[in-house]
């Protein structure tokens, strides 16, 4: 179901979201290629914060979101496990 951002608050990172303005390859790179370019992107997005918590909270598992890798999201993951 589409979420309405206008709407729903806790989407209003959505809204400002850079990547919109960059294709889906650009935060969905094959395998093995960099993430170098779309990190930097989200490191000027103002939604960063909400976007990587969206991300972990959802178990998004594949492409860049809120400048984590999936590898780096799951990392985090694993550390907040062992910490709990
Ligand atoms: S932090 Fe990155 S992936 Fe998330 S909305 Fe911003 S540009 Fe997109």
């Not at 979201?17 to 103002?46: H, I, M, V």
């Not at 991300?55 to 400048?67: C, I, K, P, Q, S």
Request: with cysteine.
């Amino acid at each position: 179901m589409p979420i309405n951002t206008a709407t729903d608050p806790a989407f209003a990172w959505q809204e400002t979201a850079l990547c919109a303005q960059a294709g889906p390859e650009f935060f969905f790179p094959a395998p093995g290629s960099s993430t170098r370019e779309a990190k930097q992107l989200c490191n000027a997005c103002e939604g960063r914060q909400a976007c990587l918590e969206y991300a972990l909270d959802n178990d998004e598992r594949f492409g860049v979101w809120g400048g984590l890798s999936e590898k780096e999201r799951e990392r985090l993951r694993r550390v907040g496990r062992e910490q709990a």
